[in-house]
């Protein structure tokens, strides 16, 4: 079946440090991938997506690119802040799965002043 | 326009009771999603539910069971509520019309405590 892979930290860094947060997947044929961002208390909020090969999502200074020959969809952003401290989950829609959204396990990122 | 809408945002129930958990769409959304969500298992799919019939279900038991009315609005039960059944509930909406290239938008949740 569908899985996606991300590491569960959680990652601390410095304001305006770079950031990566690797996720890994794996589906039959070709999915959308989605980067979401769940604030404390909140519910999730989509934060991007790549719905084909070699696609680009960004939104707030965020961005991932769809690679498949690597599968894999990874987070960066060039210089964090204090108000980017959240969870991150990564997730995939495989085109069969009609609305049924796979999960990684969520990383939580801790941006100190 | 308005956002989805969980209610209530916290519940502490008793072992062995059930529980109602309701959610309301973002306007024009026909699809409801649940999703379970806690610190060991991330977030856990639990049903999908287009047009008043469910489309999608994962992998709970019978305990967990779901609705949707013509208004789109939905509803979850939990009978004979266990400890574990402890988490962070979620609804998410879409449109629902094709795979789901745009994405869900989310409640912000029901808390449900066992005790």
């Known amino acids: 079946g569908d899985s996606v892979t991300q590491m569960e930290g959680p990652v601390t860094l410095s304001e305006e440090a770079f950031l990566t947060i690797n996720c890994t997947y794996t589906a039959t044929g070709y999915p959308s991938l989605f980067w979401y961002v769940q604030y404390p208390g909140e519910g999730l909020q989509l934060l991007l997506k790549?719905?084909?090969?070699?696609d680009k999502g960004s939104n707030k200074g965020f961005e991932a690119t769809y690679r498949k020959e690597t599968t894999s969809f990874h987070l960066e952003k060039g210089s964090v802040q204090v108000s980017d401290s959240a969870v991150y989950f990564c997730a995939l829609s495989d085109e069969g799965g009609y609305q049924k959204v796979t999960f990684g396990i969520g990383t939580k990122l801790q941006v100190i002043p | 326009k308005a956002g989805v809408t969980q209610t209530p945002r916290y519940l502490i129930k008793t072992r062995g009771q059930q529980v109602t958990l309701s959610c309301s769409p973002i306007?024009?959304?026909?699809?409801v999603s649940w999703y379970q969500q806690t610190p060991g298992q991330g977030l856990q799919f639990l049903f999908e539910y287009f047009s008043e019939t469910q489309r999608n279900k994962g992998n709970f038991p019978g305990r967990f069971s779901g609705r949707q009315f013509s208004n789109s609005r939905s509803e979850m039960n939990v009978s004979t509520l266990e400890l574990g059944d402890s988490a962070l509930y979620l609804c998410a909406s879409s449109e629902g019309t094709a795979p789901i290239h745009y994405g869900y938008t989310f409640g912000s949740g029901t808390r449900l405590t066992v005790v």
């Open positions: 790549a719905t084909k090969a070699d």
């Open positions: 306007s024009g959304h026909r699809s």
